[in-house]
Structure formats: structure tokens, C-alpha cells
């Protein structure tokens, strides 16, 4: 059958439109649905199996179509591969993997996979949006040298945060795993980096706390730049330090988990880091800032709905991080630094997390016992404790934070508006 014949036979199945699987040359198929639609199939045999797959769509005159000649190049083409020992249907698979090129393309399939995998990938987001992305992402991988890396991170050096310098090379180092294991590079040059001699030195456990004093000095700084920490910042920085949850345990929270007749804030197993569920007790001198918050949050789901357009629904988990680095004159990326109002308060610097381990601190100072405070801040217990102690202190939980709350929202100084209203 000459190809003229193939096209006219071709085209007269699909215009019947009846059901049709019928052979147009070797190992290609022309299958008919319905009038008007086909699609080409290539059938082959490998390693003793019998295999198919759908090479494209039938049609005329148009790029995204094939027409018969076109299928039959592609056939023939399939046939190349199979005699040379490649399979067609992989071979077709792969180019639809989108193809990795420069720093942000390895940077994303890495991201992707710890998405998938852990809870806390916003983590590494915000290290890579932050310190890396300006400087590397649109770079070929293959054109990135040493001293671009260590220059990235320099600038984390210079403004004095050697443990994010640490992450950064992390970082730089696991994307560039994923770069050899896809075959983007040959070789890791990261690797020859080392964190003690090239990034922020050896990993110390973080104490940092804040003392009753700098709480009330910090909170003071905060009232003064109301442009870099908006009310609804405020009263989420306050009740971090009230409640001691995580940080996007609350700012991710919508209204359903909580109850303010009740006094109680529900954490649900899937939003916590440790997979555990918690009932958290709202402090009687905490329960004006949820009120307030929800003057603020309007009609929102959510406790703290996003204030532009994004992905979330609720707001950004660097927004807290983002406004207290700049009270300390930190600016990622291309922004421009500004004064140090912190250390200029007396303040030395802390981050969002500290919170809690100020709070945590705060209640063995007030006395709590620790299987209690553990419990507030809603650790795992270990051993067979873990099996067997399923009390959650709940009435000497409710103790504990109300005893806290009297303690630091002195300190915070917090006016309700809602009282007022």
C-alpha cells in the first residue's frame, strides 16, 4: 500500500469513526475512538515482553498533529532505537522530564522532593529564596564556579549569621547531589567546601532566650515600627511567646480550632511537626488578642489570612522572621539593610524560634515541673513513656500558661482595641 493509500485509508476510518485498531506500517497503528478522533500507537516486543505506547495525536495540517508520514518517521525512528537495544517508550518518557539546566532547576527538583517527604520544607525555601536564588538561579550549573559559591556564602558571613551560612552551603551541596545524580555536572564541586573552614564553623545547639527585661525592650521596638510589624504581627509574636506552639502551628490555624468559650486552642496531629495532637489552653489574659485577631482576620478561615497574593491562604512563614531580621538591620537578598533599631534598644539578636525557648524557659522558672512544660510545648516523650504515659496534664497545663501570661503580657504591653469597640 503506497502512502497515498495508507493517507486515504487513514482518513476514511477516522471519518467513519467507527472503533479501529488497524495496522499502517511496521509496529504502527492507527487508533479510531470516535469521527474525527485518533491517536497513533506503536506496538513492539523487547527483551521477550510485549509493549505499546501513544506517540501521538492524528491530524492534518497542523504542528501539534501527526499526519501519516509524520507517524511512520516516527516508527521508523522507534525501530532505530529498538535494534540498537533502546527502549522507545523510555526514551519518549524522558523528554518529558522537564530538563534540568541551571542552579534553580536542580534547586526546585530538590525542593520538590523534601516537600514530599517532610513538613518543614519551607524551611529550606526560605534559605534558598533568600541567600542563594539572587546570586545563582538563573546560572547554568555547568558555568558555576568555586568562588561563586563562596561568595554567596560571604554575604551570609559578613552579616553575621554563620549558622544560615551553614544552610547555605547545605544546601548548595544537596542541590548539587541532585545535579550529578541527573547527570546535569559531572562532579560536586561544593564538596570540597567544608563548614569549619568555609561557612559559619562547627553547629552549636542554639540557647538563645530571651530575659524578661529584653522581652519588654523587643516588644517596645515593635510598637515603634508599626510598618515592619502590623498589629496582627504583634499579636501573633505575643502569643508565640503565651502559647509556646510553633510557629506555623499558629500562623497556618484556622478559627475552627479554637474555642474561646472553652479557652482552648486544638492542634491537629496533621499540622504539628511531631505528628501529635494537642489541646492547648488560651490564657484568660490572651483571649482579648484573639478576639482582636479576629476584628482583623475579617471573614477569613484563617487566624492570619495572607496579606497579598500567594500561594497560601494564610500568611507567609517568613513574614515574622522577615520583620524582626530587619529591626536588626538584616535584609535578604537585593534589599538594602537598615538601622540596627534592636541592638540599639539593648537587644541582642533572636529569632522567631526563640520565642519558644523563652517560653519553655520561662515556665522551669516559674517553678513548673518538667514532665508539664514538656507537655506545653507538646514534645514527644521518649522511651516507654512514650507507650504508657498518655495523661496530657491538661488542668496543670491551663495552670502553667495562665501563670506565664501573667508573667509576660506585662511585658508586652498589648492594648485590646475589641474592649473598646
Partial sequence: MSVIEKNNRVAELVEQGQPAFESIYQGLYIDVKSRGTASWVFRYQLFGKRRQFKIGAYGVDHDDLLDVEDAIKIAIDCRKKLNGGIDPKLDAERLQYK??????????????????????????????????????????MDR??????????????????????????????????????YQVVMSNIAQ??????????????????????????????????????PTASYIALSLLLVLGVRKMELLSARWQQIDLNSKTFKLFSE????????????????????????????????????????????????????????????????????????????????????????????????????????????????????????????SERIEAHNRLAELVMPLIKYEAFSQHA
Avoid: W
Fill in 144 to 181: 558555576i564556579h568555586s568562588y561563586d559559591i563562596d561568595s554567596v556564602i560571604q554575604r551570609v558571613l559578613d552579616s553575621k549569621r554563620p549558622a544560615v551560612a551553614n544552610q547555605v552551603l547545605l544546601f548548595i551541596k544537596r542541590v548539587y547531589r541532585v545535579a550529578v545524580k
Fill in 271 to 394: 499540622g504539628t511537626k511531631t505528628a501529635t495532637a494537642l489541646i492547648v489552653p488560651i490564657p484568660d489574659l490572651a483571649i482579648p488578642l484573639f478576639r482582636d485577631l479576629k476584628i482583623l482576620s475579617r471573614h477569613s478561615d484563617y487566624l492570619f489570612p495572607n496579606r497579598k497574593e500567594s500561594k497560601n491562604p494564610h500568611i507567609s512563614e517568613d513574614t515574622l522572621n522577615d520583620a524582626i531580621s530587619a529591626l536588626f538591620g538584616v535584609a535578604y537578598g537585593n534589599r538594602k539593610p537598615g538601622p540596627d533599631y534592636m541592638t540599639e534598644a539593648g537587644v541582642d539578636h533572636f529569632t522567631v524560634h526563640d520565642l519558644r525557648r523563652t517560653f519553655r524557659t520561662l515556665l522551669s522558672k516559674l517553678g513548673v515541673k518538667k514532665e508539664i512544660a514538656e507537655k506545653c510545648i507538646n514534645h514527644k516523650l521518649k522511651g516507654v513513656e512514650k507507650t504508657y504515659d498518655c495523661y496530657a496534664y491538661f
Fill in 192 to 229: 570540597e567546601f567544608s563548614q569549619t573552614e568555609d561557612a559559619g564553623g562547627a553547629d552549636n545547639r542554639r540557647q538563645r532566650f530571651l530575659e524578661e527585661q529584653e522581652i519588654e525592650l523587643a516588644f517596645g521596638v515593635f510598637r515603634e515600627h508599626p510598618n515592619k510589624i
Fill in 99 to 140: 530538563k534540568l539546566v541551571t542552579f534553580d532547576d536542580c534547586a526546585q527538583k530538590y525542593l520538590t522532593q523534601k516537600q514530599e517527604r517532610i513538613k518543614t520544607a519551607y524551611i529550606y525555601e526560605r534559605v534558598y529564596n533568600n541567600e542563594i536564588k539572587p546570586y545563582l538561579g538563573n546560572v547554568r
